[in-house]
């Protein structure tokens, strides 16, 4: 698995952040950052394929080291 970070253009709600419930949600002004484990590449695209659909801008989208 991967440990990803994700900074959307967005404060989500809490019912927002729940449609990603493996995810770590943190709001600050006006943004969000979902954090979490990604066990593979088709994982991480349903995530932006959702985010996408919700019509929220992904902003940034990191890989953090072990």
Same mark, same amino acid.
């Given at each position: 698995? #991967? ?5 959307? %253009? /967005? @404060?989500?709600?809490? @019912?927002?952040?729940? /449609? ?6 943190? &709001?600050?002004? /006006? #943004? +969000? +950052?979902? #954090?979490?484990?990604?066990? %593979? ?11 996408? +659909?919700?019509?929220? @801008?992904?902003?940034?989208?990191? &890989?953090?080291? %072990?």
């Amino acid at each position: 698995m #991967t440990r990803m970070m994700i900074r959307v %253009d /967005a @404060e989500l709600s809490d @019912e927002l952040s729940g /449609a990603f419930p493996h995810l770590t949600a943190r &709001t600050q002004r /006006a #943004t +969000t +950052t979902l #954090t979490g484990e990604m066990t %593979d590449q088709q994982e991480l695209q349903g995530v932006m394929s959702l985010l996408n +659909t919700l019509g929220i @801008e992904v902003v940034e989208v990191v &890989t953090i080291p %072990d």
